[in-house]
């Protein structure tokens, strides 16, 4: 079979109608220009909070529990019945956030368990209706935009909780006989449920201010999938856009042309150079977990240290892209001392060295990465931060750079670094502490002719 073909084929196949450049409807259209101007906000500031909290925390085994466990609804009501997080407070979440330097949070409004955090008219399986009683999600719009924090809402287009969404090979509770499946599934209509998520995005769109970013999630195509039909993908975010327009949306509604999403998601994985889409570097956020699981998980113990959580902040943004770091906050509401204990480490780096990743980007080509070093660049101020990973003995080697910098300086404490030509002129030697400097990754900042 000729490869074209059969590439052709196998997308039609995953993902039924193949969505292309050439029909962008006209609410869509959008210059260049338009879009940066929009996103400017979100590629300047580069690093952001997500909040995977829900009934889930109570079992404490991972988000995707009432999945892995096969839990019916009536097992998993006790969760509900029970949910009371008398220690929430989203003034100290937002202070931490903002001190580990994160400008933007987006939180589960809506997980795949289809509990609803938020105040909603279309269901009963809400924080309102739980012995908490209140709108989880109002009050922690209200406390992290005090702090300056910029608020995006997580939705899942998946719901293992609503009667109309059907049955597929992922659902924790359908039959998973085909034949029976298809029977249970009769009673099921995804038009009620296609509209009780566009309810729901009025509401979330309408109730709770100016959202600044979209993370819906997310598609299965294929056999006993779900992708863009069946959520009606493009209906529902020509009404997210008709609500508001600014708002930046993820990648995850299965419409593959490039007015379907704003910025791609690669999730748990750290891309080996900046990832592209159709040949052109796309703008992308990494979300990533402190252990592994998304909700509070009691008994998961593979944390990354701060170490490694700075190196993968530093690492993002050398590629141009955006850290969205994950809390799994527990059931009385409150981060558990993991979580603290890394937000700390966060913020301790990002006092002193936060200009090497505001406003940064991958450097221009033509610096060449020292050895165990990572570069990021503010191409409006014109300084190159390197980031050095493994503190070197007494020296680090720029090659190529003889020409190219005024000063240089260690940005943790603004103390000068000295430099000077090798016998290789268009190199430069320069000078560091013998002793690392204390702090997690130390960088070097060259202000640039
Ligand atoms: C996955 C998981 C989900 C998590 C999300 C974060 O899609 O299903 O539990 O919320 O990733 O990106």
Redo the contacts with the bound molecule.
């Keep these: 079979m000729n490869r074209l073909f059969a590439f052709t084929v196998a997308v039609f196949l995953v993902s039924g109608t193949v969505y292309s450049q050439s029909k962008t409807p006209s609410w869509a259209k959008e210059t260049q220009e338009q879009k940066d101007k929009r996103m400017k906000w979100w590629f300047h500031d580069r690093f952001g909070m997500f909040i995977?909290w829900g009934i889930y925390a109570m079992p404490g085994r991972h988000?995707?529990v009432k999945q892995y466990e096969k839990i019916s609804d009536e097992n998993y009501q006790k969760y509900f019945d029970y949910f009371n997080p008398d220690l929430y407070n989203p003034a100290d979440w937002a202070k931490k956030a903002k001190a580990a330097g994160m400008k933007y949070v987006v939180v589960?409004t809506k997980?795949?368990d289809g509990f609803c955090l938020f105040d909603s008219k279309h269901t009963d399986f809400k924080a309102t209706n739980t012995p908490y009683g209140k709108d989880l999600i109002k009050l922690l719009v209200d406390a992290f935009r005090a702090e300056g924090i910029r608020v995006g809402f997580?939705y899942s287009l998946i719901d293992w909780h609503h009667p109309h969404f059907t049955y597929d090979r992922i659902h924790p509770n359908g039959p998973s006989n085909p034949e029976e499946r298809k029977k249970a599934n009769e009673n099921r209509d995804m038009n009620v449920y296609r509209k009780y998520m566009k309810d729901q995005m009025t509401e979330l769109l309408t109730n709770y201010g100016q959202i600044d970013e979209l993370f819906l999630?997310?598609s299965y195509p294929g056999e006993n999938g779900k992708g863009h039909e069946d959520w009606g993908s493009e209906d529902l975010l020509k009404h997210i856009r008709s609500l508001q327009p600014q708002i930046i949306v993820d990648n995850r509604l299965d419409l593959n042309a490039s007015w379907g999403w704003d910025f791609i998601?690669p999730?748990q994985y750290m891309p080996s150079s900046w990832p592209l889409k159709d040949g052109v570097k796309a703008p992308w956020e990494t979300?990533q977990t402190f252990s592994g699981s998304?909700g509070y998980h009691r008994d998961e113990y593979s944390w990354k240290s701060v170490h490694q959580l700075v190196v993968m902040l530093i690492e993002t943004v050398s590629k141009g892209g955006n850290l969205l770091l994950n809390v799994g906050p527990t059931s009385r509401g409150t981060f558990d001392e993991r979580a603290d204990e890394r937000l700390d480490g966060l913020a301790k780096w990002m006092k002193y060295n936060d200009r090497s990743i505001y406003g940064c980007t991958e450097a221009p080509a033509e610096y060449s990465v020292p050895q165990n070093c990572m570069l990021t660049y503010n191409p409006e101020t014109k300084r190159l931060y390197i980031h050095v990973i493994e503190w070197p003995f007494s020296s680090l080697l720029l090659k190529g750079y003889a020409d190219k910098i005024k000063y240089a300086q260690l940005l943790n404490d603004g103390s000068e670094i000295r430099y000077r030509t090798t016998d290789t002129p268009e190199d430069l030697q320069i000078s560091v502490p013998v002793k690392k400097p204390d702090t997690e990754v130390p960088v070097i900042e060259l202000f640039l002719k």
Excluded: R
């Design positions: 995977h988000e995707w589960t997980h795949h997580y999630d997310f998601t999730e979300c998304w």
